[in-house]
């Protein structure tokens, strides 16, 4: 079992920035991907970027350029570096992490809300 806390959402205006974070506990030795999801109101949840234990990275177009995503894999943590942000970023950001064992866990969600 796996256990997500995030932290980091809130407003901002268009152009600023936000960083947010995720913690993992409970089992976090067995994680292989972490990434971070959003869903904006009527929307289907899509991804945003997600990182490989390995390091390796993927972004979503939209994204891509403005956004960064880290870890710190002694923390058991992910990061997500959110530059330039636009209106339409606005939106429910969930964390998820995916174990060795093919297992999905989902952070509560924590909202960005982008003004213009």
């Known amino acids: 079992q796996v256990q997500l806390v995030e932290s980091g959402g809130g407003l901002v205006q268009a152009g600023g920035s936000l960083r947010l974070s995720c913690a993992a506990s409970g089992s976090p030795w067995n994680i292989n991907d972490m990434g971070w999801y959003r869903q904006a109101p009527e929307k289907e949840r899509e991804l945003v970027a997600v990182?490989?234990?390995?390091?390796?990275?993927n972004y979503a177009d939209s994204v891509t350029g403005r956004f960064t995503i880290s870890r710190d894999s002694a923390k058991n943590t992910v990061y997500l570096e959110m530059n330039s942000l636009k209106p339409e970023d606005t939106a429910v950001y969930y964390c998820?992490?995916?174990?060795?064992?093919?297992?999905?866990?989902w952070g509560q969600g924590t909202q960005v809300t982008v003004s213009s």
């Open positions: 998820n992490v995916r174990t060795v064992y093919m297992l999905s866990y």
């Open positions: 990182i490989k234990r390995a390091g390796s990275t």
